[in-house]
């Protein structure tokens, strides 16, 4: 590049990083009113809440990137056309594609990170907040038992624990069960874990004695060091792991194994997504595009560029919608899969022929319809 080329791609990149910056920045705020539940809900730290808020963020990031550079470069090339730095620029000899090279490069950087988003840091990002995720819900010590607190796990079971370490053990336990017909059982306990499997679910007891109250109104005592207090009337059976879509890397949605595939319509959803994260990065060069035959292509306006800018956006907006429309129509129908590109692509198409259109032409002075005649 030249030093204007340079210029130009300075006063674009810039727009681009803080239109960027804001908005993760409302993603962020989004994501984390979703995901406040964690707190409410799991008593899980801010550490946690924060963590699993920030491992959605590249795919939002992603998504918002085509919107972010859209709006970078409508900004940009609006200052510098209201500066007459373009007018001056193109009268000095530059020609079109001169102007358009910073445009292309900046969306080349921007497709080339999208596609690292969208095909290695995605995948890896959701993984790892669907694990964290799962952990949090399948953790029965922190659903069922509140530390210092005597809770009701149903009718007739009670179950308390002084406290609960980081690794999910209990200290001084104590479950009161009148559940059992023979009579109302109380066990007691140094320290306990619950474990759970795809089979059953129950509180390992370590070092603790019963008490039972037996029908003739005795009392039964006993001691143990180890015992298992069946929960599975209050806890299910632990579930397995289930990646989505959008949690796949890009071979597991094009060759989809057997779970993907037993799906209702999952080799189809597969494959749109595939198909998707390949095509979206094309919009990037589209919207680019588009702004920058927002201000390079037909006449200079003087009255501004506001009308243009506004059609500008409804294009770059109706296509994006349509892509979308046909990412979800793909899933029925996997044929419509190659709209995916054909949407960004014919966008792209329009907006250089749009810029390359020869201009209507002018007349230079009034016609002359022959000799003045004079008296």
């Known amino acids: ?59 939002l990031t992603a998504l918002l990137l085509p919107i972010a550079l859209f709006i970078a470069t409508l900004n940009a090339l609006g200052r510098l056309t209201s500066d007459s730095e373009i007018v001056v620029t193109m009268t000095s000899g530059m020609t079109r594609w001169g102007l358009l090279a910073p445009l292309v490069r900046l969306a080349l950087y921007a497709i080339i990170a999208n596609l690292a988003i969208n095909l290695i ?17 399948s953790d029965i010590a922190a659903n069922l ?42 066990y007691t306990a140094r320290e306990g874990v619950i474990v759970r499997s795809e089979e059953r679910s129950a509180m390992v007891m370590i070092d603790g004695n019963l008490q039972q109250v037996d029908e003739t109104g005795e009392l039964n005592y006993g001691v ?28 597991e949605l094009i060759w989809p194994d057997s779970v993907l595939r037993a799906r209702i319509d999952g080799y189809e959803r597969a494959q749109a997504e595939a198909h998707y994260r390949l095509s979206a990065p094309l919009y990037l060069l589209m919207f680019v595009l588009i702004a920058g035959a927002t201000y390079f292509a037909g006449d200079y306006s003087r009255m501004g560029y506001g009308r243009r800018v506004m059609l500008a956006s409804a294009i770059g907006g109706g296509l994006r919608l349509l892509g979308f429309s046909m990412q979800s129509a793909a899933t029925d129908v996997p044929e419509l899969n190659a709209m995916q590109y054909l949407v960004p692509i014919a966008g792209i198409a329009a907006a250089i022929a749009y810029i390359y259109w020869p201009r209507r032409a002018r007349p230079t002075g009034p016609a002359e319809d022959g000799k003045a005649v004079t008296a």
């Open 121 to 137: 840091i995605q995948p890896l990002s959701y993984r790892e907040m669907r694990e964290s995720v799962y952990a949090l819900r």
């Open 145 to 186: 038992v509140t530390p210092g607190a005597f809770t009701e796990l149903g009718d007739g079971v009670t179950i308390y624990a002084r406290e609960r370490t980081s690794d999910g053990r209990m200290r001084d336990i104590l479950i009161h069960d009148e559940q059992n017909a023979s009579g109302a059982t109380t």
């Open 224 to 251: 143990f060091d180890r015992y298992e207090f069946d929960l599975a009337a209050f806890v299910g059976p632990i579930d397995a792991i289930f990646f989505k879509e959008s949690d796949r890397f890009l071979h």
């Open 1 to 59: 590049m030249n030093l204007v080329q340079r210029y130009i791609f300075r006063q674009l990149f810039w727009p681009f990083v803080t239109a960027i910056a804001a908005f993760a920045g409302l993603a962020l705020l989004t994501q984390s009113l979703s995901n406040i539940d964690l707190i409410s809900g799991y008593s899980e730290t801010a550490l946690t809440f924060l963590k699993v808020t920030l491992l959605a963020l590249p795919h």
